[in-house]
């Protein structure tokens, strides 16, 4: 007897350990096992299943692993009952521990929502990748691919876990690669200011897999923001890059006023001059004409993203010629429809904008 309830014990405390979860959380399961076993019992006995089954409880003594089945005070289990119950409950035992050790493991990616995570391309099914993150799967969908990054069976990535969500197979961890915040937890990793709190990144604008603009502040007096970012001899900014398939990043301080911020991020364009209409929140740049390009960027794209960046419409100008030249330049159609900031950008506090500013030619 001794040796049944030390194995019983071991083996208790051994399933407990494996699946992560409480000793209890498998007693209660083989309780729960024990009534389905019992209900199956009557049915094979072609005997009728009480009205009041609801009711009935059923005990597992925790030392000897014995199985009882109670009608209130009624002792009602049946001769043999143990061998029953031990073959129809083993299937029922290992989905309620299953579903538990999931609730755990999902309990704990919960709190990773926004870090950063490495995982092994384990398979695809249709367009959406499946990620081995060690105690769990992640679903990677197509919103959250780059289109230019190919990925492949065991490939090793860094992921963002992006949420916990209800899929077609219960709750499953979403990743992914395409969040602008991806690039923020990245740094992090890699900027001990960020970790400190010295550094600080207001706001990211994204074009997964081709270009990122990344405005960020400091707290701290003599704490370059951006060179704290970049790191000594670009080191830090490249190992994001690096992680990232070469997608091209720039970094700009950040300023709370929107003419200075608006120039900086057309960076790398310089000696820009910025007329702000606060009441429509869109911003008139003047460039000089052999900055126009570099201003507007490879199909709009520079211009796209310092509006995303700074949550204003921008118009370009040449210096010396109308905003009609700027087809001219070779640089396509700029007018056709101000670009507009999605709805992440850091707000901007107006009052703060003198009329025709000055504005710093730092590139930031």
Request: aromatic share 4%; proline share 5%; net charge negative.
């Amino acid at each position: 007897m001794s040796q049944a309830r030390t194995e019983f014990a071991a083996a208790l405390n051994q399933i407990a350990s494996e699946k992560g979860v409480e000793p209890e959380v498998v007693l209660e399961a083989i309780r729960a096992a024990a009534l389905a076993a019992y209900k199956k019992d009557l049915m094979l006995r072609n005997e009728e299943v009480p009205e009041n089954f609801e009711e009935f409880t059923s005990k597992v003594d925790p030392v000897t692993g014995e199985i009882s089945v109670f009608d209130g005070g009624k002792n009602v289990t049946p001769p043999g009952f143990a061998r029953i119950a031990a073959a129809i409950a083993k299937q029922v035992i290992m989905q309620k521990l299953n579903e538990a050790e999931r609730s755990t493991i999902l309990a704990e990616y919960e709190g990773k929502v926004g870090a950063v995570i490495s995982g092994t391309i384990q398979r695809q099914e249709g367009n959406t990748h499946f990620v081995d993150l060690g105690r769990a799967e992640g679903v990677l969908p197509p919103s959250e691919q780059v289109r230019t990054e190919m990925y492949s069976q065991n490939q090793r990535l860094k992921f963002l876990v992006k949420e916990i969500r209800e899929g077609g197979r219960g709750s499953e961890v979403v990743v992914s690669r395409s969040d602008p915040a991806l690039v923020k937890a990245l740094f992090a990793l890699e900027v001990p200011e960020i970790q400190s709190g010295a550094v600080e990144i207001k706001v990211i604008a994204r074009e997964a897999g081709s270009r990122t603009k990344v405005a960020a502040t400091s707290s701290q007096d003599g704490v370059d923001p951006v060179g704290s970012l970049v790191g000594q001899k670009g080191v830090r900014v490249q190992a994001v890059i690096s992680e990232l398939s070469e997608e091209k990043i720039d970094i700009i301080s950040y300023s709370d006023d929107p003419a200075r911020f608006i120039a900086a991020a057309l960076s790398p364009a310089k000696d820009i001059q910025v007329r702000l209409d606060e009441e429509n929140k869109v911003a008139t740049v003047i460039v000089p004409n052999d900055q126009l390009s570099l201003a507007i960027g490879k199909g709009g794209q520079n211009v796209r993203l310092a509006a995303k960046l700074t949550g204003w419409k921008i118009d370009i100008e040449g210096l010396e010629e109308p905003a009609e030249s700027t087809d001219q330049q070779g640089i396509g159609e700029q007018k056709e429809e101000p670009v507009v900031a999605p709805a992440q950008a850091v707000p901007v506090d107006d009052k703060k904008t003198k009329p025709k500013p000055q504005v710093d030619k730092n590139k930031g």
